[in-house]
């Protein structure tokens, strides 16, 4: 095949570089990974591979490991082995929620996360905030779906409730997933060259709008569920599915129980931060304190009520998830804080 067929093979899989590698050296998407090693993706096949040996060396920073999503460079044979990966255009992550503070890394080369929240009785603007402040300084771009609108009688106050909290300019889209001419909007997102995921909670429609982007029955969907009816998770597999419009997305479970990491910006707020750099004291805590320029934005009217209460929610929740890292980091060096050099233990201890 010649670079010309690969290198148009691989953009169909959202590959971004320029030059192949040299030095028999293939590129690869990953797709999946697994305990026993990773499931690529040439733009034709998918095939299994391990990792080289140096990222398999304790004390690597997990992040350099190869993620789903990554570029990589292999080299043929039994089985393949992944030896370098590309640089990334974003990176999705989390804190791990293991024995270790570490961050995960959910998905890397993502362009458009679609947050997928169903317009029934899952609609939680709160969460969507969660998952939106989860994207933040990612480098993807967020997108807001709204599914079932078909079923929504209260639509159009939903949709205004939340853009109004949203900040402005963030895309809201509902849709119903079901219908081809519906979802169709979303063609903007996935262009040639294009990668997107999608998240949401379990029954909010994930299946049932890739399948229909799909316009096929690719993904077992909660309407075949069977005995329970509950729509407990039946999709099992990741993948990057290539779509009829040029893009394409990428399957991941990793991501549907959303937990912020503690490091997340709360960008969302921006417009609360310019307000607090407004109270008369710095460390204003907008309660009852005099020259409060919060207290005065809710007076007014400026500020809504609502937006102010998930600001406060979303950051409550970031201490917590943050006070409970750092806990566990400490647990984990043997008592010891956690910019405490080994060497200065002695001394500092004295402090
Ligand atoms: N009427 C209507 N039904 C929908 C829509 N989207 C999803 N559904 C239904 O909602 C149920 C759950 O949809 P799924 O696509 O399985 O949800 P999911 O997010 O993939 O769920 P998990 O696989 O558990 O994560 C199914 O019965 C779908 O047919 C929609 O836009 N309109
Ligand atoms: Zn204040």
Redesign the pocket.
Known sequence: MSDAETIERLRRIGWRGQALPAGGRRLARVVAQHRAGYELNDGKHGFGAQPAGHFLKRGLDPAERPAVGDFVEYEDGRPPHILAVQPRRSVLSRAAAGERYERQTIATNIDYVLV?T?LDGDFNPARIERYLSLIEGSGAQPVVLL?????AADADARLAELRARLPAGMPVHA?????PASVAVLAQYLQPGDSAVLV???????????NTLLGEQR?A???V?GHDGR?????THRALLPLPSGGCLIDTPGM?ELKLTGEEDLDLFADIDALAERCRFADCGHGSEPGCAVQAALDSGELSPERWRSYLKLRDEREEQAATLEAKLRRQRGGRPLDRPHGHRHSRERE
């Open positions: 997928l169903g599914s079932k609108l078909d079923l849709i119903n997933g079901k219908d949401g909670s379990s029954g909010a429609g994930k299946s049932t709008l890739t993904m969907t909660g309407a569920r729509g407990r998770h039946t999709t549907r």
